[in-house]
């Protein structure tokens, strides 16, 4: 098969590599589209360090090409998404329900080799078969949205309360449609105004682009009161945090889902004095099958999202194309 082997940072190659049948409780899914997102571009960079070759890639749909022995869950012919997170299933952590805090977590394209391929094994259990007959091109952006599922679900949104999502890349447009789902009213914002029209398309009471003026006075102009109910941080730097809780109102929440690398200054006293909840959210647990739902029957919309399509054999371009400010998800076909 042909595969996008990185042997070092910056040095992608098309190769071909042999194919295995699959062992017990494995599955071969031959990959029909794949996502790129920062993590992706983080490894490519050498920024984040992997163990060389690897095969990025873990935002995948496919088909199941073949099935190991004891394998019931699929069968070959099936379309599926890939849940690209799996734990170790015995440590005290998975035990009590929290295996994405799993410390022996393994993720496809991170840790063993994944989508940018023609085919990728992964576990049976990492398999989820697509309902009904919805595009790949909706599907592909079930691994994020199911980050999202996870985290709007922490965050509780009421109908009526007021929300602001800080960032609009995947996450945050996903998260944008999520909270509209459940009721909220929401504030997109962002260091530049770029994507804000198709915010507001995609459910955005209002938009505001952090340049622009006071955010924190967005958010109380906005909701009418002190600020925001709610909180969800998709932009995953470190200014986003204290961000964040200048927008919420006393007693609201606030969502981190971003994995900032720098460390992040807040200041304590003002999240006891307003009795401010901050709330981590890691991946997912079992969000993955209601996201996969609300992708299929349309009430998250991903097309929109996919801004880009490239082949395999122009891996190169796709991660430039990743940079590009007009890209928001980029998509591979293998």
């Not at 920024?47 to 190991?68: I, K, N, Q, T, W």
């Not at 980050?147 to 949104?157: D, I, T």
């Not at 105004?193 to 340049?211: M, Q």
Request: with cysteine.
């Amino acid at each position: 098969m042909r595969a996008a082997v990185l042997r070092a940072p910056r040095d992608l190659r098309i190769e071909d590599r042999q194919t295995r049948r699959p062992a017990p409780d494995e599955v071969s899914v031959r990959v029909t589209l794949a996502g790129l997102c920062g993590t992706d571009y983080r490894i490519w960079t050498g920024d984040r360090p992997v163990a060389y070759p690897r095969v990025l890639g873990h935002e995948l749909v496919g088909v199941v090409e073949a099935v190991g022995p004891g394998v019931t869950r699929v069968r070959p012919g099936d379309r599926v998404s890939v849940e690209p997170n799996y734990s170790c299933g015995v440590c005290p952590l998975c035990r009590e329900g929290n295996r994405n805090l799993c410390v022996s977590r393994t993720a496809v394209g991170i840790d063993v080799d994944g989508g940018l391929a023609h085919a990728v094994m992964v576990p049976s259990r990492c398999c989820w078969r697509v309902p009904g007959d919805a595009p790949d091109e909706r599907l592909l952006l079930t691994e994020p949205l199911a980050v999202v599922v996870r985290a709007v679900g922490r965050g509780a949104p009421r109908p009526g309360e007021t929300a602001a999502v800080i960032g609009v890349g995947t996450l945050g447009l996903l998260a944008v449609q999520l909270l509209c789902a459940r009721g909220a009213r929401v504030l997109a914002l962002s260091r530049t105004s770029r994507r804000f029209d198709l915010a507001r398309t995609l459910g955005a009471a209002a938009t505001h682009a952090v340049g622009d003026g006071d955010p924190t006075a967005a958010a109380r102009a906005f909701s009418g009161r002190e600020g925001v109910d709610l909180v969800v941080e998709t932009a995953g730097t470190a200014a986003a945090v204290p961000q964040a809780l200048d927008l919420v109102r006393p007693g609201g929440r606030v969502v981190l889902t971003g994995l900032p690398h720098e460390p992040s200054t807040v200041g304590f006293f003002g999240v006891v004095r307003r009795e401010v909840t901050i709330l981590g959210s890691m991946i997912y647990q079992d969000e993955f099958p209601e996201a996969m739902r609300l992708l299929a029957t349309g009430q998250v919309r991903a097309e929109p999202l996919v801004t880009h399509r490239f082949a395999l054999d122009a891996i190169g371009e796709a991660f430039a194309a990743h940079r590009d400010p007009a890209s928001i998800k980029v998509s591979v076909v293998p």
